[in-house]
């Protein structure tokens, strides 16, 4: 598979046409993981990329429970895309992992060229919003 097909897989990046998708494609840079490797560090500025999975298996933690596995087609990052914040989550190969890395200014002028995938990282940020607040519902009900 090329990285064209491995980006069109991504839901985020859905309904872009082939001239977008190699413009995307353009952007990546192959990064590849060990198993056990912490590729991003939850309350760290560990680098400034997006991160789309195109192989393996990752864990994804917060506050070091688990909450996600992930895998191709998957990405994370996203909220470097946003802002520059530190890292909200840990994520950690579990299988050998070949991930497509864009740098946030690339992304973020990509973006900005083509508000179709601004709008798709708007409504998939909304949706983490709405889980991390299910997540917290429970977790107090959980301590209540």
Do not use: Y
Not at 48 to 54: D, S, Y
Not at 68 to 77: C, E, Q
């Amino acid at each position: 598979m090329s990285v064209v097909d491995e980006l069109g897989e991504v839901r985020l990046f859905s309904g872009l046409n082939q001239r977008q998708l190699r413009q995307l494609a353009r952007l990546a840079k192959e990064r590849q993981f060990r198993p056990g490797v912490t590729v991003v560090e939850e309350g760290t500025m560990s680098g400034v990329g997006f991160f789309i999975v195109a192989e393996g298996e990752a864990s994804v933690s917060v506050d070091g429970e688990e909450v996600a596995r992930i895998g191709p087609g998957d990405h994370f990052g996203e909220l470097a895309l946003i802002s520059e914040a530190a890292r909200t989550a840990t994520v950690t190969a579990v299988t050998r992992l070949r991930c497509h890395v864009i740098a946030f200014w690339d992304f973020r002028r990509f973006a900005r060229e083509n508000p179709d995938v601004s709008w798709k990282l708007l409504q998939h940020l909304a949706d983490l919003l709405a889980g991390e607040r299910e997540r917290r519902a429970r977790a107090a009900l959980a301590l209540g």
